[in-house]
């Protein structure tokens, strides 16, 4: 006798998944820095932001975690990086800037969410699933949701910044379905990326749905993801979930 599965749980990433900044951050840094008298060009900041962030990311994985930073001292020191690799070497005078910025960017104003991304989340929970979040974030995530109406939506908020475990590392997936009490195979994880989220959900061994966009996929992802794990959209969930409900194989 065939079971049709049910999935319980749905698990989320956030930035570029449910919501994104309102402005590159090149921009804010630039705006930032106008409104403490200091010119610098946003493109530039753009460019070595880019650069910054990478490095920093290698050299003090999640905002430092492990080697007892806070995220404030993180993303600080990633600020008055950028702004030194843009032209503008006076530490002193980029030091408010940054601190401004720590503020600026754990206000739900500096966000927008993306489209269906609410009416999406309502359908789920008038579905009978129960949601998460699963973020390689930091402590501020969670103010962020609640701003912008989404923390209600979910059970819990789980991130990198609090857990000590990144997307990919199975641990962090893990920990979300102890806490829900419910088996991988009855849970679905949606993101934005085909390496921490999609791969990693199911290396915990659930089932997963890549959020792409609109844009030409990439190589990678063509040739690795059934198509019908892809969303185009976020209004793409719900039907998709029907699909894998009604699939005596599952994905």
């Given at each position: 006798?065939?079971?049709?599965?049910?999935?319980?749980?749905?698990?989320?990433?956030?930035?570029?998944?449910?919501l994104r900044l309102r402005r590159p951050v090149g921009e804010q840094y630039a705006s930032s820095a106008r409104a403490h008298g200091l010119k610098v060009e946003a493109p530039a900041l753009e460019q070595?932001?880019?650069?910054?962030?990478?490095?920093?990311?290698?050299?003090?994985?999640?905002?430092?975690?492990?080697?007892?930073?806070?995220?404030?001292?993180w993303w600080q020191d990633v600020v008055l990086q950028t702004f030194h690799l843009a032209g503008a070497r006076d530490a002193q005078?980029?030091?408010?800037?940054?601190?401004?910025?720590?503020?600026d960017f754990s206000s739900p104003g500096y966000w927008q969410l993306l489209e269906g991304a609410e009416d999406t989340l309502r359908g789920c929970r008038e579905r009978g699933l129960r949601l998460a979040v699963i973020s390689n974030f930091d402590e501020r995530l969670e103010g962020i949701l609640k701003?912008?109406?989404?923390?209600?939506?979910?059970?819990?908020?789980?991130?990198?910044?609090?857990?000590?475990?990144?997307?990919?590392?199975p641990r962090i997936f893990h920990e979300a379905l102890q806490l829900a009490h419910v088996e991988p195979a009855v849970a679905a994880h949606i993101g934005d990326s085909y390496h921490h989220d999609y791969k990693g959900a199911r290396a915990a061994g659930m089932h997963s749905f890549l959020v792409v966009g609109p844009g030409p996929l990439d190589h990678e992802v063509k040739d690795s993801v059934p198509q019908e794990?892809?969303?185009?959209?976020?209004?793409?969930?719900?039907?998709?979930?029907?699909?894998?409900?009604?699939?005596?194989?599952?994905?």
């Open positions: 006798m065939t079971h049709q599965l049910q999935i319980r749980l749905l698990t989320w990433d956030v930035k570029d998944t449910l070595a932001f880019r650069q910054v962030y990478k490095a920093q990311s290698r050299s003090f994985p999640n905002y430092g975690f492990s080697q007892g930073l806070t995220c404030r001292q005078a980029v030091a408010p800037i940054a601190e401004q910025l720590y503020k701003g912008l109406g989404l923390r209600e939506h979910f059970d819990f908020v789980l991130t990198s910044g609090a857990t000590g475990w990144c997307k990919p590392d794990h892809i969303l185009p959209s976020l209004p793409h969930l719900l039907p998709a979930l029907n699909r894998l409900e009604h699939s005596t194989r599952g994905l």
